[in-house]
């Protein structure tokens, strides 16, 4: 319908009027099926949790995988998704489940090439190759597995629909159709999902809300380090990660991945700082490396898993604190291990780093820097600090060098058992304090420095 202010015949204006045309539906009040009742009387319905054999994925999922659950896995083209959910598929089935493995991007001969490589070739893991919804489901109402995993999700089309896998009807279609089955057969499923360039997941919008639990599995290129995280769970929380190292041989836990982000040097050497980063809820060391050498032309500025416009700050806060001049000299940070650490609580660590490479002084290899660096060049308190600090001691680090809170709310230092904690208000105090650890400087100024012993 559309609006007409001129008569097509007579050509007069506002002549016309509707004399037809859809009129809306009227909805009548239909029966219901149960009334309502206070919500505290509602009995809760269990939900059972499966371990998926997997530690690491069992900690993002919550504990497991939920009966009847749908998992949706999303991440780039060769990050690794496969590998993972085969490995997922293997240890269902050496565990006494029958698992199906129903793949619509490779043939079941590459899959089988893979499950051999890394030792997923399991008798009760099931593989289909099939691009048609009607035969997934066949398979599924055949086999009745304890477990299915569908690599992926834009492959399977709907015959019944005219239009290419893929598609957004398709996947809605696809999608729905699997999740009414999960839940009628309390199928606990894992989908693999495509993601497009800017690392959403391809697809419509609603694929995301049909899924129970999404995750993402992320990894920088070059780095062997993958990186597993919740961004949807409607079973546990979102803010854990887990960790995988692959290789040649599959994809295998890393259940302690601090080495991974810290170099092993046999001296101390200048421009290098440690600091502790949180990942979700869990605390991880990395290591910052600094270089500030003679520019040839143009003073370049290179940062490889930091934020650039940190390191600018920072630059420019360290000038006029201490005095360090790079304006003329090129400018080289990165973390070691492929880390992305771009929370400001690394700065403590990248300033530190910076100063180390300036003067040539290499920092004790026990400390850790944790804390961010305002533009007044003031030290602030980051989140998680107690966590941060026993995971150093855990790993045996010595000294902490912390933000001071003076204010009248102030909320003390933790004392950790083996770490001796120095806080410093500013970040000239904390270049002063290293300075000395370093035997490099002996000037401390005590109103900025207090030193906390953890025994």
């Known amino acids: 319908m559309q609006w007409v202010g001129r008569c097509g015949e007579c050509s007069a204006w506002g002549t016309l009027e509707q004399t037809g045309g859809e ?16 919500i505290s009387q509602i009995p809760a319905a269990p939900s059972t949790t499966r371990s998926t054999g997997v530690a690491e994925l069992d900690r993002v999922l919550g ?22 959910l085969l490995e997922v598929a293997a240890e269902a089935a050496r565990r006494g489940a029958t698992t199906l493995y129903v793949t619509g991007e490779e043939s079941v001969a590459q899959v089988r090439l893979r499950a051999q490589r890394t ?10 190759g099939e691009v ?12 009745r597995p304890d477990l299915l995993v569908v690599d992926s999700v834009q492959t399977v089309g709907c015959a019944e629909l005219d239009s290419t896998p893929g598609g957004v009807s398709q996947v809605r279609a696809v999608t729905s159709a699997l999740v009414g089955v999960a839940k009628r057969l309390a199928l606990p499923t894992l989908l693999v999902g495509h993601v497009t360039k800017d690392g959403s997941i391809a697809g419509p919008r609603s694929l995301e809300h049909l899924v129970d639990v999404v995750l993402h599995f992320e990894g920088e290129q070059g780095s062997r380090l993958r990186v597993l995280r919740a961004v949807k769970n409607r079973f546990g929380p979102v803010d854990e990660i887990g960790c995988f190292d692959i290789g040649d041989d599959g994809i295998v836990e890393v259940t302690d991945p601090t080495g991974l982000f810290v170099s092993r040097h046999p001296q101390p050497v200048a421009g290098t700082c440690v600091t502790v980063t949180l990942e979700g809820r869990r605390p991880l060391l990395a290591e910052v490396q600094a270089l500030v050498a003679a520019s040839a032309g143009q003073p370049r500025r290179s940062v490889s898993g930091l934020d650039a416009a940190r390191l600018a700050m920072l630059l420019a806060v360290l000038q006029r604190s201490v005095g360090l001049q790079c304006s003329t000299r090129d400018v080289y940070a990165a973390t070691v291990g492929g880390a992305s650490l771009r929370s400001p609580a690394a700065d403590l660590a990248v300033a530190l780093a910076l100063v180390s490479a300036d003067a040539g002084v290499a920092l004790p290899r026990q400390l850790v820097a944790i804390g961010e660096v305002g533009l007044a060049g003031e030290l602030r308190r980051v989140p998680g600090i ?5 995971e150093a001691a855990r790993l045996g680090f010595g ?3 912390v933000p001071s809170d003076r204010g009248q709310a102030a909320v003390p230092v933790p004392e950790v058992d083996g770490l001796t904690v120095l806080e410093c208000a500013d970040i ?18 005590q109103q900025a420095l207090h030193v906390v012993s953890g025994g």
């Open 119 to 128: 030792g997923a070739l399991v008798d009760s893991l099931l593989l289909a």
């Open 428 to 445: 000239a105090a904390a270049v002063r304090a290293f300075g000395s650890l370093a035997g490099a400087r002996r000037e401390q100024p």
């Open 23 to 38: 009129q809306p539906a009227r909805i009548r009040p239909g029966a219901v099926t149960a009334p309502a009742r206070p």
């Open 386 to 390: 107690k966590q941060r600090l026993a």
């Open 63 to 84: 504990g497991g995988v939920v009966a009847g659950s749908v998992v949706l896995l999303a991440g780039e083209p060769g990050v690794g998704k496969s590998t993972l």
């Open 399 to 401: 000294y902490a060098v």
């Open 132 to 143: 048609e919804l009607s035969a997934v489901l066949s398979h599924i109402e055949s086999v």
